[in-house]
């Protein structure tokens, strides 16, 4: 994909942590950014922040919207490349899901409507999206699609179930349609952060030896939403721990306190 003004890029989970990052940094890189997210002032603030107080066309357009409105999906989703190319001056080259939710618990208990919540958030919302990213991008024969899983959906581990499942989904929902899409010219990118501090992660006790910024994180997703197809780790070290992580017997699995 060539890097110019014209290119355009939609954010999905745009308002804050990662999202918010990697807004800024394609910002820097001179696309024209379509942020869509549930915090309406959030997303306000930060498409203020891109466009400053003069950009015209803007840089960045803000689409409130929640990723579990199925159905909202395809008329904003059209909207969205429209105004891009009509009122912003670019043409939709890249669409990034980094929307995700991981609720606490309560004493490692999660209720069944906070795991839905996760299954609808961080799974059906990047396959109601990502399909229609899919049908645009092999009609144009060019675009980059990005889904942002997790480690945590390598490998069912003790923990939040619920989110495992969903990052595990995604992950697998990707590497379909990667094969689906292979010979039209659109590149499906899976990345898969390790432990990020993030508002998302705020009430974790996090190790800070394996844990990065969400702009370190941003810096390396554009990195290969620009040369990488595939499976990319973040930082690349969380590839072969996780494969030693693969590889463990189910009983010594299930004495890591992870």
């Known amino acids: 994909m060539a890097e110019r003004a014209s290119a355009g890029a939609l954010i999905l989970g745009a308002s804050s942590g990662i999202g918010a990052s990697l807004a800024r940094e394609l ?18 603030s930060l ?10 066309p803007p840089q960045a357009r803000g689409y409130p919207c929640d990723v579990r409105v199925f159905d909202d999906a395809p008329v904003l989703f059209q909207r969205i490349t429209e105004e891009m190319k009509e009122d912003m001056g670019g043409a939709l080259r890249l669409v990034a899901y980094v929307a995700g939710i991981m609720p606490s618990g309560n004493a490692g208990a999660w209720t069944f409507e906070e795991e839905r919540a996760m299954i609808e958030t961080n799974l059906l919302g990047a396959m109601r999206w990502l399909d229609l990213a899919a049908e645009t991008f092999t009609r144009a024969g060019a675009g980059v699609i990005v889904g942002v899983s997790s480690v945590a959906g390598d490998r069912g581990r003790r923990g939040n179930s619920a989110y495992m499942a969903s990052k595990a989904g995604l992950s697998t929902y990707l590497e379909s349609l990667r094969y689906r899409l292979r010979g039209t010219g659109v ?21 800070q030896a ?23 780790y973040i930082p690349g070290y969380w590839r072969p721990i996780m494969w030693g992580i693969r590889q463990l017997p189910a009983a010594a699995l299930a004495r890591l306190p992870i």
């Open 187 to 207: 590149r499906v990118v899976t990345v898969k952060p390790g432990y990020v501090a993030t508002p998302m992660t705020a009430d974790l006790k996090l190790p």
């Open 210 to 232: 394996l844990t990065i910024t969400p702009e370190r994180a941003a810096k390396r997703i554009a990195q290969a939403a620009r040369k990488s197809s595939g499976v990319v």
């Open 27 to 44: 910002a820097r890189q001179g696309y024209r950014l379509a942020l869509v997210a549930r915090n309406e002032a959030a997303l306000a």
């Open 47 to 56: 498409t203020t922040e891109i466009n400053g107080d003069h950009a015209m």
